[in-house]
C-alpha cells in the first residue's frame, strides 16, 4: 500500500520530465525558425532600402530632365547631331 504513492511521484517525475525535454525541444525549433525569419527580414530590409535609393536616384534624374525642358526650354538634340569624339 505504501509504494503506490512511490509509483505514483515516480510516474509524475517521469511526466514532468518528458514534458520539459518536449518544451525544450520545440523551443529550440522555434528559435531557429524566428533566426531565419529574422535573416529574411534584415535581406528584405536591405533590398527595400536600395529600392528607395533607386527610386530617388530615378526621380532625380527625371526631375532634372523635366525641369530643363520647362524652365530652361532645353532639348535633347536629334540623333543626327550627336557625335563622339575619340581621345586617341
Given at each position: 500500500?505504501?509504494?503506490m504513492?512511490?509509483f505514483l511521484?515516480l510516474?509524475l517525475i517521469l511526466?514532468s520530465?518528458?514534458?520539459?525535454?518536449?518544451v525544450r525541444?520545440?523551443?529550440?525549433?522555434?528559435?531557429?525558425?524566428?533566426q531565419g525569419l529574422?535573416?529574411?527580414?534584415s535581406?528584405?530590409?536591405s533590398e527595400w532600402?536600395?529600392?528607395?535609393?533607386?527610386?530617388?536616384?530615378?526621380?532625380?534624374?527625371h526631375?532634372?530632365?523635366?525641369?530643363a525642358?520647362?524652365?530652361?526650354?532645353?532639348?535633347?538634340?536629334?540623333?543626327n547631331?550627336?557625335?563622339?569624339v575619340?581621345?586617341?
Amino acid at each position: 500500500m505504501q509504494s503506490m504513492p512511490v509509483f505514483l511521484l515516480l510516474f509524475l517525475i517521469l511526466v514532468s520530465a518528458y514534458s520539459v525535454v518536449t518544451v525544450r525541444h520545440e523551443n529550440r525549433l522555434a528559435f531557429v525558425r524566428l533566426q531565419g525569419l529574422e535573416e529574411k527580414r534584415s535581406h528584405l530590409q536591405s533590398e527595400w532600402g536600395r529600392l528607395m535609393l533607386e527610386r530617388a536616384t530615378w526621380s532625380t534624374q527625371h526631375n532634372l530632365a523635366e525641369d530643363a525642358e520647362k524652365r530652361l526650354g532645353m532639348s535633347p538634340p536629334p540623333y543626327n547631331r550627336v557625335f563622339t569624339v575619340d581621345r586617341g
